[in-house]
């Protein structure tokens, strides 16, 4: 486990997580963001229902509402417990409102089948050892996480280049207060950025907001800092798709789905 600088987004108080201010979203200083929700809902699957012999191979992130920067509570229900599967539910809840609604399939681990498959090979981006810093935000929402934008070169960018489809991102403040993010935890909150990184246009215009996504993983990430490179992205009359292959250092472990629908830029 890695010790994350910086104050925790949330407090526990009984079964409420209190958010901090740092908690808020770029959209509004009274609105949480939206990133925490998956990170949330990894947070108390796994706790609840994760085990040493099982992967989570799947989890689904479906955010529907925004929430008010407010305690929230989140609730979990297994669903199938079999030998070499488990699934489970989980919900965000504001009050008495359901605002985010999060699924897992957990697959137990077990000896690799015989052959070879084609395989996602590493990709050739500098590490953020080999980049140094990361660079300052050039925006008015200075993001709760360090990111390096790369273009296909690897070179350092930024979103005024449409090439800019590859990142790392470092998240610098711990889920909750008291414990140390999961590696689980860490790609889950991490992987709503998939959707900007996928879908932003040439300039940095939020043009598509994401309605959820699907995080799926063959192994967990083994350092803090998450890879991710964009690698497919689809839209029609306002709704996309998109694609992205997350990576570490050791290589690619792992995939994020997108659906997203058109919004009007933010000022």
């Known amino acids: 486990m890695v010790d994350i600088a910086g104050e925790p987004f949330f407090r526990p108080n009984g079964n409420l997580l ?9 959209w509004s200083p009274q609105m949480m963001h939206g990133r925490l929700f998956g990170g949330l809902l990894a947070r108390s699957l796994e706790i609840e ?12 992130v479906d955010l529907f509402r925004s929430a008010q920067l407010q305690p929230v509570r989140v609730e979990t229900q297994r ?17 008495e409102e359901v605002v985010a609604r999060g699924s897992a399939v957990l697959l137990r681990r077990g000896e690799q089948p015989q052959g070879e498959v084609p395989t996602t090979q590493p990709w050739s981006m500098p590490t953020p050892a080999e980049l140094g810093p990361p660079p300052a935000s ?19 960018t930024d979103w005024s280049n449409a090439g800019a489809r590859r990142a790392w991102l470092r998240d610098t403040h ?19 950025f998939a959707s900007p990184l996928a879908n932003m246009p040439k300039g940095g215009a ?13 192994r967990m990430p083994s350092t803090p800092e998450i890879g991710m490179e964009a690698t497919g992205h689809l839209s029609h009359e306002g709704v996309a798709t998109a694609s992205t ?20 830029p933010m000022a």
């Open 245 to 264: 292959t997350f990576q570490d250092v050791e290589g690619p472990f792992g995939y994020c789905n997108v659906t997203a629908v058109a919004t009007a």
């Open 206 to 218: 939020l043009g598509f907001i994401n309605a959820d996504y699907t995080l799926t993983l063959s």
């Open 174 to 192: 711990d889920l909750v207060e008291g414990e140390t993010m999961t590696p689980l935890v860490r790609a889950a909150t991490a992987a709503d």
């Open 18 to 26: 209190v958010p901090a201010p740092h908690a808020s979203s770029p």
């Open 138 to 156: 050039a925006g008015q929402w200075e993001p709760p996480f360090d990111i390096w934008m790369l273009d296909e070169s690897g070179a350092p």
């Open 79 to 95: 669903v199938r417990d079999g030998r070499r599967i488990r699934v489970a539910d989980a919900t965000i809840c504001s009050g």
């Open 49 to 60: 229902h994760g085990a040493e012999d099982f992967q989570f191979a799947r989890l689904t």
